[in-house]
């Protein structure tokens, strides 16, 4: 049984050009989340999203970052125009969904985003 | 809001020492708990769990009880071992105030274990 996917491992981008991070949740979880983790920091939740709902977005910047969670393929984080200080992981992590809270969350492996 | 404070590392021990690292938490309602840990270069995995008051969640020789009256999910594993060397977070899963369960997690502790 598969595990969290991410794709890609590391992405080098530009200042001002587009990242797109890909998410695979694990087979039969339909909730996915997203996270940024910089040096020395723990990990700061950005959005939380079921298949075709953006359920909550509390942590995600209003300008430059989007993400969906398409009934079909994966979930995406977005982050256009990106500046220097988006370099970080950002994890993904996928649950079930049921037992309010209670269960645990499966991690990917994480996106490690440069931007020169 | 809710939060998560967790021991300030790193935290250097020598092999077979015994381990505590410490958490406690502010939440409203009864939050579920758990231990993460990640390796280098990885994303994070579950250790433990405990789902309510007095519950005591275990996983290769680590433990921590949920401690309702002071708040407390303190880490702790009686013989650390060079392979156990890596960050460790504390976090609590409760609903927000739209009702969805959103993590917090801890600043994350980092273990250093030396032979």
């Known amino acids: 049984n598969a595990g969290v996917m991410q794709n890609p491992r590391h992405l080098v981008r530009r200042r001002g050009q587009e990242a797109r991070l890909r998410c695979s949740p694990m087979k039969g979880h339909s909730h996915v989340y997203w996270y940024r983790q910089l040096p020395e920091e723990g990990l700061k939740f950005m959005v939380y999203l079921q298949k075709e709902n953006i359920i909550d977005e509390s942590g995600m910047p209003k300008e430059r970052f989007s993400a969906e969670f398409p009934k079909e393929g994966p979930s995406i984080l977005r982050i256009q125009q990106v500046v220097r200080g988006d370099s970080a992981a950002y994890f993904c992590?996928?649950?079930?969904?049921f037992g309010q809270g209670r269960n645990e969350q499966y991690f990917g492996p994480g996106t490690r985003l440069t931007v020169t | 809001g809710d939060s998560v404070t967790q021991m300030e590392g790193p935290v250097t021990l020598s092999e077979e020492a015994f381990l505590t690292i410490n958490c406690t938490y502010t939440a409203t309602g009864y939050p579920s708990l758990f231990w993460y840990v990640q390796y280098p270069g990885e994303g994070l995995q579950l250790l433990l769990k405990?789902?309510?008051?007095?519950d005591k969640g275990s996983n290769k020789g680590f433990e921590a009880t949920y401690r309702k009256e002071t708040t407390s999910f303190h880490l702790e594993k009686g013989s650390v071992q060079v392979s156990d060397s890596a960050v460790y977070f504390c976090a609590l899963s409760a609903p927000s105030s739209g009702g969805s369960y959103i993590p917090t997690f801890g600043r994350g502790t980092s273990l250093i274990v030396h032979p």
């Open positions: 992590a996928s649950s079930p969904g």
């Open positions: 405990a789902t309510k008051a007095d």
